[in-house]
């Protein structure tokens, strides 16, 4: 079931969205603004982000979520420009459309829904937006949404300020709904339309990344109405665990480990292993114990560390089947033999390959595929054979290019 997405995108989470379907070998299109004639730059601000790889729209940040694509420019102020998407819609066969800018741009571009329906009406319309369209000109990026649904709140020291997460989760959780209800509303059409008896139904899809990070507030939101004092009840915690005692990143004599102890028998085991006896008091046994005694258990576990490295703390803790993990770089989880060899590759323009990032889980699909990808796609660097496969010719084109449509 290889389909194609059509994506009018930029920035992280819908680019992130399309890169899952193009490990699944479908076709998708980017389609992006031209090239500004001033500067030379257009499209995608994040192809002019991170490492230089020799090409200017072709910078490193941008690589990762946009291997395995194709790319056109439109512009779709112009009158011509929207006639243009609703032909490669209707020409190539468009499954999926799907777009990241501000519902009030919808209608002014020409890519809402009822519009492109119009086109094929069996078309899956999805639209990933800061709030949704109930407010059509709100703005919104990961770090701001952080901090405006509660994550930053929760995260950092007690008694610093508050903390951006270390990875742009708001983006990812949204890109990875995205997926999810394309995905469903295709298994819809298979289930309902797809008999031959009637024509699919076409779908639209709102993606609001507020309310995708208000929904992984599972751990803190639900503990609203069970409490009577709230005061402490979301005090950032740094690495503590909020519930459970004790559970913290502690120094070995050569790095970190964070250590997380789940139950009172996981603590007994913890207070009979060489360095650690001296833990065992009568009003730790318990959960509740050791939180009232949290500072001088951390102090304790801290010293009995003093003696051991990372490996050899993990290896006493591995025999004795208590969760305990080394605080890795980003380095050394490149070197995971299961993130290593489940790696996505592209060779970029200097003809090295590169290995980028493990596939989110393995299927029969993915384990029968080559994971060496096309590297992410110049700016416009497909227009001529797409807008040819349409049905334009070489004259068309050159016009469409100078009454910058194109």
Same mark, same amino acid.
């Given at each position: 079931m290889k389909k194609t997405i059509l994506s009018l995108e930029q920035a992280l989470t819908?680019?992130?969205?399309?890169?899952?379907?193009? *490990?699944?070998?479908?076709?998708?299109?980017?389609?992006?603004?031209? #090239? @500004?004639k001033k500067s030379g730059r257009g499209g995608d601000p994040n192809r002019y982000i991170g490492e230089d790889t020799g090409y200017d729209d072709l910078h490193s940040y941008y690589i990762a979520p946009n291997i395995g694509k194709e790319a056109i420019t439109l512009n779709l102020r112009k009158e011509n420009g929207q006639r243009l998407l609703k032909d490669i819609i209707a020409k190539l066969g468009v499954?999926?459309?799907?777009?990241?800018?501000?519902?009030?741009?919808?209608?002014?571009?020409?890519?809402?829904?009822?519009?492109?329906s119009a086109v094929n009406p069996g078309l899956i319309w999805c639209g990933i937006s800061a709030f949704g369209p109930d407010y059509p000109?709100?703005?919104?990026?990961?770090?701001?949404? *952080?901090?405006?649904?509660?994550?930053?709140?929760?995260?950092?020291? #007690? @008694?610093?300020?508050?903390?951006?997460?270390?990875?742009?989760?708001?983006?990812?959780?949204?890109?990875?709904?995205?997926?999810?209800q394309v995905l469903l509303a295709l298994l819809e059409q298979q289930t309902s339309?797809?008999?031959?008896?009637?024509?699919?139904?076409?779908?639209?899809?709102?993606i609001s990344m507020a309310q995708c990070a208000a929904s992984w507030l599972i751990t803190s939101l639900p503990q609203l109405e069970f409490v009577e004092d709230q005061s402490q009840l979301f005090k950032r915690s740094g690495n503590e665990h909020r519930s459970f005692i004790p559970c913290n990143s502690y120094p070995t004599k050569d790095g970190y480990v964070y250590l997380a102890i789940g139950n009172d028998s996981q603590w007994e085991k913890l207070t009979q292993i060489k360095s650690f006896k001296h833990l065992e008091k009568p009003a730790r046994k318990t959960n509740q114990g050791r939180k009232e005694d949290k500072e001088a258990i951390y102090a304790d576990i801290r010293m009995g560390l003093q003696n051991y490295t990372t490996a050899d703390f993990i290896q006493v803790c591995s025999e004795n089947n208590l969760a305990v993990a080394p605080v890795n770089s980003i380095q050394d989880v490149a070197g995971l033999d299961f993130v290593r060899k489940n790696m996505v590759r592209t060779e970029i323009p200097s003809g090295k390959i590169r290995n980028l990032f493990p596939v989110a889980a393995r299927t029969d699909f993915l384990n029968q595929q080559d994971m060496t990808l096309k590297c992410a796609p110049r700016l416009g660097e497909h227009n001529t054979d797409i807008y040819k496969e349409i049905g334009l010719q070489d004259d068309d084109i050159l016009r469409l290019r100078n009454e910058e449509v194109i």
């Open positions: 819908l680019p992130y969205t399309t890169q899952r379907f193009a *490990q699944l070998g479908w076709r998708v299109i980017r389609v992006e603004s031209p #090239p @500004d499954d999926i459309f799907m777009c990241n800018t501000l519902p009030k741009r919808y209608k002014q571009l020409g890519i809402d829904y009822e519009t492109l000109e709100a703005a919104g990026y990961d770090p701001a949404l *952080q901090a405006h649904l509660g994550y930053m709140y929760l995260t950092g020291e #007690p @008694d610093r300020d508050p903390l951006l997460c270390g990875l742009p989760l708001i983006d990812l959780k949204a890109g990875d709904e995205a997926f999810a339309g797809g008999n031959g008896v009637a024509e699919p139904a076409g779908k639209e899809i709102h």
